[in-house]
C-alpha cells in the first residue's frame, strides 16, 4: 500500500480502507509492519515546551516532506519534535491524530473536509478552512493554511493548447467531444471527474482513457505521444514544469481547493508549536511543493529529512 506516485487512495482520501476498519487491522494489511510503533526517523533535538510532539504522514513523498519541514521547525524553535513517517491513508492517520499515536499531521483543506462531511459543498479555499472547524471531532482543530496547494488539474501540451486555443477548462469544453483523457479509472463516477465536468462546463470528452499511477509516467507519456489529449495530473507534479504542458484554468471549481495545512490532536499542543507551524504556512508555497517532489522523486533522489532540511535552511528557519 506504499504510494510513491501519489494514487487516488491517499491523496484525495475517498477510496481505500473503509472508514470503520480497526487501525490496527488497516496497518497489518499494509505490509505486517505498524509504523507507529517504529523508531521515529528526526532526532528530537530542543528543549521541550509543553511535552514532545510526533509528526505522522500519509504514505507519499509529498506529505513525508512537509512532516519533516514541521517537525524540523519545531526542533529548531525548541519544541522536541519526532516524525512517524508513512502511516498510511486518510483512513488511517486520522484515527492516528485522534487516538494520539501522533500529535499532527500534513493534511489537504478540501479532502479533509470531504473525510470528515461527505456532503460538503464547498469549493473554494476561504469557504474550505471556514466549514473544517466545525466538522472535526472534538479533541482535533487546524492551524492556518498554506499558500501551497496540490491539488487535481486538466492539463494539455503546449500545442494542444495553441492547437484549440485552451486557456480553461470552460475553452476545453468547446472541443472536449474531440479528446481524450487520460486519468484513473475513479475519474468516470467521482463528483469532481466526468460528472463535474459535465455539470459545470458542458464538457463530454471523446472517451476516458484509465491508468493508475495517479498522475505519473505512464499518464505523461500518454499526453506526450497524444495517446490522450488532457491528463488529470497533480499541480505539484515536477513532470508538469519540466514538460512544459499547461494547467487549464478552473474558474467554475470544479476542484475543490487543496491547501496543505497541519491537522493536530489539542492535547499536547502549545502556543509556540502553533505560532511556529503557521509560520511554516506562511512560507510554504505550491512551487516550494514542486521542486520538494522534483528533489525528492527526481534525479537526486533526496530523502524526505534532507530535502526538508534544505527547505528549512534556505527560508532562515535553522540557521
Do not use: H
Not at 507507529?36 to 528526526?42: D, E, Q, R, Y
Not at 521541550?48 to 513523498?61: K, R
Not at 521547525?73 to 519544541?79: K, Y
Not at 488511517?92 to 500534513?106: E, H, T
Request: glycine share 8%.
Amino acid at each position: 500500500m506504499k504510494d510513491n506516485v501519489r494514487t487516488p487512495l491517499t491523496r484525495r482520501g475517498l477510496a481505500g480502507l473503509a472508514a470503520g476498519v480497526g487501525l490496527a487491522v488497516a496497518l497489518t494489511a499494509c505490509g505486517g509492519s505498524n509504523p507507529l510503533s517504529t523508531p521515529s526517523t528526526s532526532a528530537a533535538t530542543g528543549g521541550t515546551s509543553g511535552g514532545s510532539l510526533t509528526v505522522g504522514s500519509a504514505d507519499f513523498p509529498e506529505s513525508q516532506i512537509i512532516a519533516e519541514i514541521y517537525a524540523g521547525a519545531l526542533n529548531a524553535a525548541g519544541v522536541t519534535a519526532t516524525t512517524k513517517p508513512n502511516i498510511g491513508s486518510r483512513e488511517i492517520y486520522f484515527k492516528a491524530v485522534q487516538d494520539g499515536s501522533v500529535d499532527l499531521v500534513p493534511d489537504y483543506s478540501g479532502n479533509l473536509l470531504s473525510y470528515v462531511n461527505t456532503s460538503a459543498a464547498e469549493v473554494s479555499a476561504d469557504d474550505i478552512v471556514k466549514a473544517l472547524p466545525g466538522k472535526l471531532p472534538d479533541g482535533l482543530a487546524i492551524l492556518d493554511a498554506s499558500k501551497a496547494e496540490d491539488k487535481d488539474a486538466m492539463v494539455v501540451t503546449k500545442a494542444t493548447a495553441e492547437k484549440y486555443q485552451l486557456k480553461s477548462i470552460a475553452d476545453l469544453a468547446k472541443v472536449c467531444k474531440d479528446l481524450t483523457i487520460g486519468a484513473p479509472a475513479t475519474f468516470e463516477t467521482r463528483q469532481y471527474g466526468l460528472p463535474g465536468l459535465k455539470d459545470k462546463y458542458g464538457c463530454e470528452l471523446k472517451a476516458l482513457k484509465p491508468f493508475s499511477d495517479g498522475g505519473g509516467n505512464l499518464t505523461l507519456q500518454a499526453l506526450l505521444t497524444d495517446d490522450v489529449q488532457v491528463a488529470d495530473i497533480y499541480t505539484t507534479t515536477p513532470s508538469i514544469a519540466d514538460n512544459d504542458l499547461v494547467v487549464l484554468d478552473d474558474p467554475k471549481n470544479n476542484f475543490k481547493a487543496q491547501q496543505v495545512l497541519p491537522l493536530y490532536n489539542k492535547a499536547k499542543m502549545t502556543d509556540k508549536a502553533k505560532e511556529t507551524l503557521n509560520n511554516v504556512s506562511r512560507m510554504l508555497t505550491t512551487d516550494d511543493l514542486v521542486n520538494l517532489n522534483r528533489a525528492v522523486s527526481g534525479n537526486q533522489k533526496q530523502n524526505a529529512k534532507d530535502a526538508a532540511a534544505s527547505w528549512l535552511k534556505d527560508k532562515g528557519i535553522v540557521k
